[in-house]
Nanobody
């Protein structure tokens, strides 16, 4: 079992940038696939990006070209760089982990989330 804790959320103007961080603690870091998701009030949770143990990444169409997921294996950190933010990006952002390091199964662990608010 691992624990995930997000940080870095806040309020930013449209067109601005934020970098979210997720600290992973517990079992060995390198055996997991990690993901960033978001959920806005009244909307379904959306998976934004994944990164596997070889740092291969995937992105949702809604954030492709604007968001970048990365990981620092020695530091046990996962990041989401968000550029050219839009008001519709306003949501609670969560870090999650899949016990399958190749991202082939469902997510098993979630953090508490960090709020991102983008003003127009």
């Amino acid at each position: 079992q691992i624990r995930l804790m997000e940080s870095g959320g806040g309020q930013v103007e449209s067109g601005g940038s934020l970098r979210l961080s997720c600290a992973a603690s517990g079992n060995p870091y390198g055996t997991y696939c990690f993901a960033w998701l978001r959920q806005a009030p009244g909307e379904a949770r959306e998976r934004l990006a994944t990164i596997d143990r070889d740092s291969k990444t995937t992105y949702a169409d809604s954030v492709k070209g604007r968001f970048t997921i990365s990981q620092d294996i020695p530091g046990k950190m996962i990041y989401l760089q968000m550029d050219n933010l839009k008001p519709e990006d306003t949501a609670m952002y969560l870090c999650a982990a899949d016990q399958d390091p190749w991202c082939r199964s469902s997510l098993d662990y979630y953090g508490q989330g960090t709020q991102v608010t983008v003003s127009s």
